[in-house]
């Protein structure tokens, strides 16, 4: 059993940067890769970036390409989520999920553990 804490949310004018942290405790932290997900109102939950169990293999959303930058500390066993010049349709519940996947991966059913997620709100 794997539980995830997000914190790091909050509220940002547009072109604003707000950094994420998802703390892991339980399981070996290195065993999993990491995601980062978010949920709009009225939306499915989508994809933004996943990070392999080492940090060598990242993948994003086209949508954040550019923008975010995942990465983790294996010694805090802790995920970020770095997120730059902020935009209103970034606007969501972040999601931290755990995958025992050893590549980076998008598909939301690849993940076996989630935390309960955090609000970030982009203003215009």
């Known amino acids: 059993q794997v539980q995830l804490v997000e914190t790091g949310g909050g509220l940002v004018q547009a072109g604003g940067s707000l950094r994420l942290s998802c703390t892991a405790s339980?399981?070996?932290?290195?065993?999993?890769?990491m995601g980062w997900f978010r949920q709009a109102p009225g939306k499915e939950r989508e994809f933004v970036a996943a990070?392999?169990?080492?940090?060598?293999?990242?993948y994003y959303a086209d949508s954040v390409k550019g923008r975010f930058t995942i990465s983790r500390d294996n010694a805090k066993n802790t995920v970020y989520l770095q997120m730059d010049s902020l935009k209103p349709e970034d606007t969501a519940v972040y999601y931290c999920?755990?995958?025992?996947?050893?590549?980076?991966?998008?598909?939301?059913?690849?993940?076996?553990?989630w935390g309960q997620g955090t609000q970030v709100t982009v203003s215009s």
């Open positions: 999920a755990a995958s025992g996947r050893r590549v980076a991966t998008d598909r939301s059913w690849d993940y076996d553990y």
């Open positions: 990070i392999n169990w080492s940090g060598g293999n990242t």
């Open positions: 339980g399981r070996t932290f290195t065993r999993y890769t």
